[in-house]
């Protein structure tokens, strides 16, 4: 059973930084792209970055490429999301996810089949 758990969550100044980090277990974790999604109150979840299996490829939402950098270490399972330079809009709680099969690197919400439980990113002004 594939397992996912972020951490890393806080409350941060707007301009300063986060590390959030997500351990996964259950399934040979290097053969599988992850995700970063965030869902702020009242909106929808959406999608934040992604990296493909053994970290060949990163794609970014508009809205924090420059800003945020995801990367893995596959020796330890693990997926990170570097943000820094945060905004009151980064506000959200984050979600890793991975998708059921092998694809390269999905941005699209439904084509994730695991989550994390999330972890919260507040941004003070």
């Known amino acids: 059973q594939v397992q996912l758990v972020e951490s890393g969550g806080g409350l941060v100044q707007a301009g300063g930084s986060l590390r959030l980090s997500c351990a996964a277990s259950?399934?040979?974790?290097?053969?599988?792209?992850m995700g970063w999604f965030r869902q702020a109150p009242g909106k929808e979840r959406e999608f934040v970055a992604v990296i493909s299996w053994y970290g060949s490829s990163t794609y970014y939402a508009d809205s924090v490429k420059g800003r945020f950098t995801i990367s893995r270490d596959d020796a330890k399972n693990t997926v990170y999301l570097q943000m820094n330079s945060l905004k009151p809009e980064d506000t959200a709680v984050y979600y890793c996810a991975s998708p059921p099969g092998t694809a390269l690197a999905p941005v699209g919400l439904y084509e994730y089949d695991y989550w994390g439980q999330g972890t919260q990113v507040t941004v003070s002004s």
């Open positions: 259950g399934r040979t974790f290097s053969s599988y792209a």
